[in-house]
């Protein structure tokens, strides 16, 4: 891009000489002419020299300015930002060539904008998330060195349960943040999903017995074997059914559904509960998201999303309110 405006400039300024050595040129012999200088030539040339070096300032210093001046406003947003000003933005003017910076810049800065943005609530949301069990656990230790309750094992308990929250709150961001920034390491080997998806049911049968949800899966057993990170697999899946059972009201039910497709294993985790609004079906998928309902951090989805895509797979939603919710999500098959 730099080469081409500089070719450009070149031919103007050598198209704009020509122009005027031929003008000046008609000019200063017309005038020699009138006026019978003895030496004609020489007065013309010398005429046209002299015309043509200062109209070249002239066209020079124009060319200059022109492209100095949205340089110059680059530079004075520059120092906006390094002041951390990140809503400066340029004007797009001047040749080709600066009008792309400007472009770059604003699209920059948009980018670092939104960036910062997502930090900020990303800081709110973990310390609103750390808070609760954090006010838990400091409120039941006070209670104990005060003699409120008793050291016994039911308060204890509630102590443990509360430290176990936060961290898998930690395991969550640490695993979340690895995955969004391209750092998380997959051990990929040949999975047999149909299997994993019965174990990720049984770890849950108890579960959805006591809140009465009728928990089942269908995985054919000649399922192909996936190229997968069988923990990370088993990571989405859990995931997923933890979700759907959490907003699945008792009576209800929770199936996995296996499947070959075009070249990738395909699970769909179903539920017969009230369903997402479609303005929100869009942003579950979102960290910290969460409905008025929501019980969760909000995490579980995201993370789902991100462990999906680094295995090069996809995930979506559909829902219907009041009927239920399928999430469908595909890892690769082992060549």
Known sequence: MRGGFVRRMALFFVAAAVLWIFAATFLFWTLATALGSPDLPGAIARGAALLLLL??????????RRLAAPVGDVIDAVGRVAEGDLSARVDER?????????????AMTSRL??????????LADVSHELRTPLSVVQGNLEAL???VHPPD??????????????SRLVEDLRTLSLAESGALTLHREPTD??????????????????????????APADLPLADTDPVRAREILANLV??????TPRGGRVRVDASQDDGQIALVVSDTGAGIPPDALGRIFDRFYKSAESRG?????????????????????????????QIRFTLPIEE
């Open 153 to 166: 094992e039911e308060h204890l308990l509630a102590i443990l349960d509360e430290t176990k929250v936060l």
């Open 55 to 64: 109209l070249l300032i002239g066209f020079t210093a124009r060319a200059v």
């Open 113 to 122: 904008r939104a960036s910062e943005e997502q930090r900020r609530r990303l």
């Open 193 to 218: 999903l149909a299997a994993l998806a019965k174990e990720t049911i049984t770890s849950f049968e108890a579960y959805a017995e006591q809140a009465g949800i009728t928990l089942d899966a269908d």
């Open 94 to 106: 001047g040749p080709r060539e600066a009008r792309a910076l400007a472009r770059a810049f604003n």
């Open 242 to 247: 933890a979700n759907a059972l959490r907003y």
């Open 297 to 325: 951090a909000g995490l579980g989805l995201a993370i789902a999303k991100q462990l999906v895509e680094a295995h090069g797979g996809t995930i979506a939603a559909t829902s219907v309110v009041g009927q239920g919710t």
């Open 145 to 147: 060195v005060d003699g």
